[in-house]
């Protein structure tokens, strides 16, 4: 029997962890990514809760991981006049007795890299300069991609891992929504010298609620304060976002510092001696209606992008990659895979989206109506978010593990 070839649409986290996973179910692919060079949003920093590292032992990638990261094993809150507000574990740190994967906190660009190098080492065709501007499907279900330097790509399915602002989601449905601007823009920063009274002790993530603006960081190994700050404002384009310049980094800079400064926090005194900085639009989809159509699908942000105060994104496209596997492995046919999918993941990421907002409102507040949603009207427990997990050798109408 021929084997399934895909076509991945985008180089990111979710396109390099879809090719490992589709991998493991027999299923070959090539990595089709606009961009000739670069890693994924590379000035950030981000968090992988046990939920996301144990859907990337699944298909045995966490250990790239684990090399190019450090824990976080507890979250201590502070009030905007310094006070401690209380200390406790983060949801999951550490390892438990069955060896579960506690938090790691790594820069998103390594963790890109982490996985691209993974992803060649297993034999995955990456290829750089092809932008997506048309998909077509054959009666047979073949599809045909096109990309704007003329050449075009074939295969049994296509996948879309290409993002907030996806070409793939508006083929699919040309009425697909639009991302939302949650009216917040996420401030990261890298200080490397911070008074030894305004440094986060090793291990912790300090979360400061200020007056005007949230501020969490944490100590990388080598003492280094990697901080981020969630901050009012309406969207800007990428000139507005740049850092790149030390007048630009300086105007940031002094714009985290702003909000600050009316706070008897350590947070003014973490930013003030940045030396890295990038600034980013926060983002949400609350629903995509369709994702997917004949032999095309969608899956991470391109199909459910919550904000980034939950810190799940990558970890919800790592889960999806491996149920979508699953489905294509278990079942015979491509659109019946895909349904399946769909099945398994739309109530938990939405979930996920939503709980995202709610925390938004910590830097953007709405009203009391606006912040409820169907049966999660609080946030009583985060079990169903962190204590997931997927059994690769369960059948997938089997598999409870992949279930909100």
């Known amino acids: 029997m021929?084997?399934?070839h895909a076509l991945i649409v985008?180089?990111?986290?979710?396109?390099?962890?879809?090719?490992?996973?589709?991998?493991?179910?027999?299923?070959?692919?090539?990595v089709h990514e606009a961009y000739r060079t670069g890693a994924d949003d590379a000035g950030a920093f981000l968090v992988l809760f046990h939920n996301g590292l144990e859907a990337l032992r699944t298909v045995d990638a966490h250990r790239a991981v684990l090399d190019v990261s450090f824990p976080a094993e507890r979250v201590e809150m502070l009030a905007?006049?310094?006070?401690?507000?209380?200390?406790?574990?983060?949801?999951?740190?550490g390892a438990d007795d069955t060896g579960t994967l506690g938090p790691r906190t790594l820069r998103r660009a390594t963790l890109y890299r982490a996985l691209h190098d993974e992803a060649i080492r297993?034999?995955?065709?990456?290829?750089?300069?092809?932008?997506?501007?048309?998909a077509d499907t054959a009666p047979d279900g073949r599809?045909?991609?096109?990309?704007?330097d003329g050449t075009c790509a074939e295969g049994d399915l296509l996948v879309g891992a290409d993002g907030l602002h996806s070409v793939t989601r508006t083929l699919i449905d040309p009425g697909a929504p639009a991302p939302r601007h949650t009216g917040q823009i996420t401030v990261c920063g890298y200080t490397p010298e911070v008074p030894p009274e305004a440094a986060?002790?090793?291990?912790?993530?300090?979360?400061?609620?200020?007056r005007r603006a949230f501020l969490g960081c944490t100590a990388a190994p080598d003492g280094e304060v990697w901080w981020f700050a969630n901050t009012p404002g309406g969207e800007l384009d990428r000139e507005e976002l740049a850092t790149g310049t030390p007048a630009e980094l300086d105007r940031w800079r002094d714009h985290?510092?702003?909000?600050?400064?009316?706070?008897?926090?350590?947070?003014?005194?973490?930013?003030?001696?940045?030396?890295?900085?990038?600034?980013?639009?926060?983002?949400?989809?609350?629903?995509t209606p369709v994702w997917h159509r004949a032999s095309m699908v969608v899956l991470g942000d391109a199909a459910h992008a919550a904000a980034p105060n939950a810190a799940q994104g990558a970890s919800m496209a790592i889960e999806d990659s491996v149920v979508l596997a699953k489905c294509l492995r278990d079942l015979p046919g491509v659109p019946e895979a895909f349904s399946r999918f769909e099945s398994l993941r739309r109530n938990r990421v939405e979930a996920v989206v939503e709980r995202s907002a709610r925390l938004n409102d910590r830097v953007v507040p709405r009203p009391a109506e606006a912040r409820k949603g169907p049966g999660r009207d609080?946030?009583?427990?985060?079990?169903?978010?962190?204590?997931?997990?997927?059994?690769?050798?369960?059948?997938?109408?089997d598999d409870a593990g992949a279930r909100a």
Request: no cysteine; hydrophobic share 40%; charged share 20%.
């Open 200 to 210: 986060p002790p090793p291990g912790t993530y300090r979360m400061i609620q200020g």
């Open 256 to 287: 985290v510092l702003a909000l600050l400064s009316e706070d008897a926090s350590p947070a003014a005194e973490i930013v003030r001696g940045s030396r890295g900085i990038v600034a980013t639009n926060a983002y949400d989809m609350a629903r």
């Open 10 to 30: 985008g180089g990111g986290i979710a396109g390099a962890m879809t090719a490992m996973s589709l991998h493991k179910a027999g299923i070959s692919s090539t």
């Open 122 to 134: 297993r034999g995955v065709t990456i290829e750089h300069g092809k932008r997506l501007v048309a």
């Open 80 to 93: 905007h006049t310094g006070d401690s507000v209380g200390v406790r574990p983060v949801a999951g740190g």
């Open 2 to 4: 021929r084997q399934r």
């Open 143 to 148: 599809v045909t991609a096109r990309f704007a």
């Open 378 to 397: 609080d946030d009583s427990g985060s079990d169903w978010l962190l204590d997931y997990r997927i059994d690769w050798d369960a059948p997938v109408g």
